[in-house]
């Protein structure tokens, strides 16, 4: 694609140049890649229901289940 080659083109119809400009703004927003929402903390309140870490599966997983950490 050389520098005088358009990106786009209109096939139909005679667009005003606020239809262009809003078609352009269009293709703008929708070819920027979408940005994720930062996370979310936690407050301490809700952390402390929490447990620590995660049971763990095995011989013997029932009785370190009661065990402090």
């Not at 050389?2 to 293709?27: D, M, N």
Request: net charge positive.
């Amino acid at each position: 694609m050389s520098a005088e080659e358009p990106l786009f083109r209109v096939v139909r119809g005679v667009p005003t140049a606020e239809e262009l400009a809003a078609l352009v703004g269009a293709i703008v927003v929708r070819s920027r890649p979408v940005a994720a929402p930062p996370p979310v903390a936690a407050s301490a309140w809700a952390r402390s229901g929490r447990p620590a870490a995660a049971a763990t599966a095995g011989p013997g997983a029932w009785r370190a289940s009661g065990l402090p950490r």
